[in-house]
């Protein structure tokens, strides 16, 4: 073996989006059939245009000119904003999409683990979904075989092994998941956000079964992660991207910092552009102050609001719209939906706007993070905007006095204190 | 050490088909997950893959048989019309199974890479299964109507399944390929397997169309099941040049199949 060459060498890696290819989910033939009927000829123009190359195409590239080593045994965090690329290099390199210009060499078996639970099917049972993921992982059913009760071990889900996995409870399904997932053994494994799901407890036991994996067995790893705290925890080395690029790469620690003070996006309005074939829509998130301005810095003693627009296309039946806010260290502090009484609405093709009041005081000084989806609970999420960050100001902070200008703690909501002296 | 070298892809080079055989386990539980997941909550399970050809078969025998008299090379009618579902059913089931595959698998697609081919070519294994169940019906007709196979006949067998595994696998992964973008295939397919039960000699003999039965031979299922007929029952002589047209024909759409996957392949996961 040599081991003088780093295990993973990416060179000169770009990948380009047709921006036609994004927008729409997909094409009808029939409205190829009908363009071609009712304008033959422009539908020929078009058609020459593009193959002799004339026509001016959108192309967006999300990842451009990115080049990096990883050493063996080196765990390497990637981090950046939204859009940033980071989960389009983790296809790359997963081989689920492959890049545009550029080259990957990875020297050693490969694992990428972009979701837990990929190809779980709710109808076989435990027992059969850990041989059927294993498989699809890219284990060998011996090697299933021989951690079989490993696995099940870890996953803590006893009796209910031989039960179909649609009974689950949604925790067990994770545990189960992960825990498969946990047990793969590549030299070289790629992890996208994993950690974001299940029970603080759980986290808890993954990232401790992660740090063994890493440190005691020397395990190149790659990890994206919103999770700060964990990247810092687990990763030796970082990149962190920007619009394709990597802007800075270099120890853990200082990556971080850097993130931390120059690239925060605290954007207070955030449009999407609309897919046509979907069910339904969000639109606009917009976080606004208590006057209604758009700012997603809110001093902690001010009420704020978060403005949800969406688009309904198809009737979308029993369904609702959810958010949730996390803690830094993804730690989900609130979920809310907005089935007051509830139960479920239907909604008709329309346009749609909530607004959600957040209490003064109800989140301590410190960044947040909102996931908003429309779903159909327990069926379908039919649309998901994750990891929209907020600021918490200490301004206006009475309290904060005392502790020069430090409460402990998420949650800031005054506590009463009803103190009489007795003696 | 296992190497692997990621680049912008061409379309098709030798190594596909040793990464195929590494990944024959994958297949293999592909399979297998299908078979166990069809079946399950039913209360009847596997007993559908000879309930379907058989009640399929009663049915065209009353109408197609005894009421409208349709000739079938003087061999009693449900054995005629049994081996013609036989194969058409594999051949139709596989194909509409696999222009579904990718679709249907989008969520694996999307977030693991592995060979693509094994999931059309796992659609197919499926269907054979049922195949091979289905089969236990034609045994039992043939002992109640006293038939015995010829040896030389059982012996084209093989070939003849290997003609229905191509042809469905290569139109089926031509179908898929283009369900990825188009999704009018999942509409317009039933639609064209039912107009092609017509255009197939399964529910009357190809000799029924005179001087334009070579038209029908165009149609690779139209070898195979003529010449099923003639190996198993014995009605006609064995046709060759039928199982050279059909050969040629199925090994054109093969290729054609594999090229129009293989060159759309690359672009699945980001429109899927």
């Not at chain 1, 040599?2 to 295990?7: E, F, R």
């Not at chain 2, 499926?126 to 007709?141: E, H, N, Q, R, S």
């Not at chain 2, 089926?172 to 295939?185: E, P």
């Not at chain 2, 594999?258 to 392949?265: G, H, W």
Request: with cysteine; hydrophobic share 45%.
């Amino acid at each position: 073996m040599n081991s003088s060459k780093p295990i993973i060498e990416v060179k000169n890696i770009g990948k380009k989006y047709n921006i036609t290819h994004q927008k729409g989910s997909y094409i009808a033939l029939r409205d190829v059939l009908m363009n071609v009927i009712k304008s033959p000829f422009s539908f020929l123009k078009t058609k020459v245009k593009q193959v002799a190359g004339f026509e001016k195409k959108e192309d967006f590239w999300a990842l451009k000119d990115v080049s990096f080593d990883v050493k063996k045994g080196e765990v390497v965090g990637i981090i950046g904003a939204n859009g940033a690329g980071k989960s389009t290099l983790l296809k790359i390199l997963s081989q689920i999409t492959p890049p545009t210009t550029g080259e990957i060499i990875l020297r050693g078996r490969v694992g990428s683990l972009l979701e837990v639970g990929t190809g779980f099917h709710p109808e076989l049972t435990g027992r059969e979904n850990i041989f059927l993921n294993g498989a699809i992982l890219g284990m060998k059913k011996k090697e299933i075989a021989k951690k079989f009760d490993e696995i099940v071990e870890f996953a803590d889900i006893g009796k209910f092994l031989d039960t179909p996995v649609k009974y689950y409870s949604s925790g067990m399904y994770v545990r189960l998941a992960f825990s498969v997932a946990a047990h793969m053994e590549p030299d070289i494994l790629i992890i996208d956000e994993v950690l974001a799901v299940g029970d603080a407890e759980f986290q808890k036991k993954c990232l401790g079964k992660m740090e063994e994996i890493t440190k005691g067995e020397g395990r190149t790893i790659l990890f994206v992660s919103h999770n700060l705290e964990a990247i810092e925890r687990l990763c030796d080395q970082c990149i962190l991207l920007r619009n394709g690029e990597i802007i800075k790469s270099g120890r853990a620690g200082e990556v971080i910092n850097h993130y931390l003070n120059n690239e925060r996006n605290l954007s207070s309005v955030i449009e999407y552009t609309s897919k046509p074939n979907t069910e339904a829509q969000i639109t606009k998130i917009s976080i606004l102050d208590k006057n209604k301005k758009p700012s997603a810095q809110l001093p902690i003693n001010d009420e704020f609001f978060i403005a949800i627009e969406y688009g309904v296309f198809r009737e979308m039946k029993k369904a609702t719209l959810c958010i949730s806010i996390f803690s830094e260290g993804n730690m989900l502090l609130n979920s809310s939906a907005a089935d007051k009484e509830a139960k479920l609405e239907n909604y008709s093709p329309g346009k749609y706007a909530s607004i959600i009041t957040i209490p003064p005081s109800l989140f301590n000084v410190g960044y947040y993070y909102l996931n908003i989806s429309l779903q159909k609970p327990f069926i379908e999420h039919i649309d998901t905007k994750e990891n929209i960050l907020f600021e918490i100001l200490n301004v206006n902070n009475p309290r904060s006095e005392i502790f020069n200008n430090q409460i402990l703690g998420k949650i800031a909501i005054p506590l009463n204190y009803d103190t009489k002296r007795l003696t | 050490m296992e190497t692997t070298v990621i680049k912008p892809r061409k379309t098709f080079s030798l190594k596909d088909v040793r990464e195929l055989w590494q990944y024959k386990e994958l297949l293999y539980f592909f399979s297998w997950r299908d078979l166990k997941v069809r079946y399950k909550q039913t209360s009847i399970g596997i007993a559908w893959a000879i309930f379907q050809p058989f009640i399929t078969m009663v049915i065209f025998s009353i109408f197609f048989g005894s009421l409208a008299k349709v000739p079938s090379d003087g061999v009693p009618y449900p054995i005629f019309v049994y081996v013609g579902l036989l194969f058409w059913q594999f051949f139709s089931t596989a194909l509409s199974d696999t222009s579904n595959t990718l679709i249907s698998n989008q969520s694996i697609i999307t977030k693991v890479y592995f060979p693509r081919l094994i999931l059309p070519i796992s659609s197919v294994m499926t269907k054979f299964v049922d195949f091979l169940i289905a089969t236990l019906i034609l045994i039992g007709l043939m002992f109640y109507y006293g038939y015995m196979p010829h040896l030389s006949g059982l012996l084209i067998l093989p070939l003849l399944l290997i003609i229905t595994f191509m042809a469905s696998t290569g139109l089926g992964l031509f179908l898929a390929s283009i369900n990825v973008k188009y999704r009018d295939v999942r509409y317009a397919l039933p639609f064209f397997v039912q107009i092609m039960l017509f255009l197939t000699p399964v529910i009357y003999p190809a000799s029924i169309a005179g001087k334009y039965s070579y038209l029908l031979a165009l149609n690779p299922m139209t070898g195979v099941i003529q010449s099923a007929r003639a190996a198993i029952l014995g009605a006609t002589p064995i046709n060759w040049l039928l199982i050279i047209i059909s050969l040629v024909v199925t090994f054109i759409l093969m290729i054609f199949g594999i090229y129009i996957f293989k060159k759309t392949e690359r672009y699945f996961a980001d429109i899927i």
